[in-house]
Structures are given as C-alpha cells and as structure tokens.
Nanobody, 120 residues
Framework: QVQVVESGGGLVQAGGSLRLSCAAS????????MAWFRQAPGKEREFVAA???????YYADSVKGRFTISRDNAKNTVYLQMNSLKLDDTAVYYC??????????????WGQGTQVTVSS
C-alpha cells in the first residue's frame, strides 16, 4: 500500500509560480507511476501531468509548457513546478500513484489534495 501527502499549495498572483510536492510512503516508490490531477469548484477532476518509473512525462494540453513534473526516487517525492499561473489553474491539486501509468482517474492511491488559488 502507498500513502501520498501533498504540500506546497497556496495563494499566488497570476503569472507567478508555485511548486507542489507529493511525499509517498513505501519502498517500491520508484516502480510506481505518479500523477497530478486537479479539481476546480463545480468541475470534474482532470488530469494535469504524470511521470512513469522511467521518468517519461505526460501533460494535459492546458498546462504543457508551463508545468513540469519530476520525481526524486531517493526522497520518495514527486514535484509539480507550476509557472506562468493563470486564473483557470485555481483548483485543489491531488497527487496519485499506481503501478500503471494512465491519464485517466484510474489510480489506486490518492492524497487529500492541496489548494492552489491564483488571483488577478
């Protein structure tokens, strides 16, 4: 079983940057695919970015070129660097883990989420 805990959310002005972190438990972290999703009020949870065990990365079109996902297997941590933030990026951001990489919500393990609010 894997537990994931997100951190790093907060309030930022449009055009600014934030880095989210997701700390995962378990000695097999390096074999898991890790992903970030987000959910804005009144909207469905949507895929943001994912990284597999080989460090191949995948992004939603809406964040491509602005967000970067990375992982540090020695620290059991995955990061989401968010630059050039827009008002539409406001959401609760969730970290997820699974043995298979997918851009759908079919991940076995989820964190509690961290709020990101972008102001004008």
């Amino acid at each position: 079983q894997v537990q994931v805990v997100e951190s790093g959310g907060g309030l930022v002005q449009a055009g600014g940057s934030l880095r989210l972190s997701c700390a995962a438990s378990g000695r097999t972290f390096s074999s898991y695919a890790m992903a970030w999703f987000r959910q804005a009020p009144g909207k469905e949870r949507e895929f943001v970015a994912a990284i597999d065990w080989g460090r191949s990365t995948y992004y939603a079109d809406s964040v491509k070129g602005r967000f970067t996902i990375s992982r540090d297997n020695a620290k059991n941590t995955v990061y989401l660097q968010m630059n050039s933030l827009k008002l539409d990026d406001t959401a609760v951001y969730y970290c997820a883990a699974d043995s298979r990489l997918t851009t759908t919500k079919d991940y076995d393990y989820w964190g509690q989420g961290t709020q990101v609010t972008v102001s004008s």
